[in-house]
């Protein structure tokens, strides 16, 4: 009933920038919060950021200053701007959101991940 489609991975040399996108699609109603969550090889997917529909935001410590999480609700789309970013960044970074249907049921979605590979 939903589809997030991420985008915006790839290769990059410490210290470089990358923008990833998240689209969400199908029956969808509203959007409330949305999320940024990786996965490095071998480690726990964890949490990277998050922001609510009126667009306050939270970090994780290892991103703050670094990372900036941005959406636009008119296009059901949540944004990650990766600067400065580190070897240690490196994994599948999926988006996550808690949607209300158009059947005003709720539904979290996941997207299917980009892979980020900071190296040189």
């Known amino acids: 009933q939903v589809q997030l489609v991420e985008s915006g991975g790839g290769l990059v040399q410490p210290g470089g920038s990358l923008r990833l996108s998240c689209a969400a699609s199908g029956s969808i109603f509203s959007i409330n919060d949305m999320h940024w969550y990786r996965q490095a090889p071998g480690k726990e997917r964890e949490f990277v950021a998050g922001?609510?529909?009126?667009?306050?935001?939270n970090y994780a410590d290892s991103v703050k200053g670094r990372f900036t999480i941005s959406r636009d609700n008119a296009k059901n789309t949540v944004y990650l701007q990766m600067n400065s970013l580190k070897p240690e960044d490196t994994a599948v970074y999926y988006c996550?959101?808690?949607?209300?249907?158009?059947?005003?049921?709720?539904?979290?979605?996941w997207g299917q991940g980009t892979q980020v590979t900071v190296s040189s």
């Open positions: 922001i609510t529909r009126g667009g306050a935001s």
């Open positions: 996550n959101a808690n949607v209300v249907l158009v059947s005003r049921s709720q539904v979290t979605s």
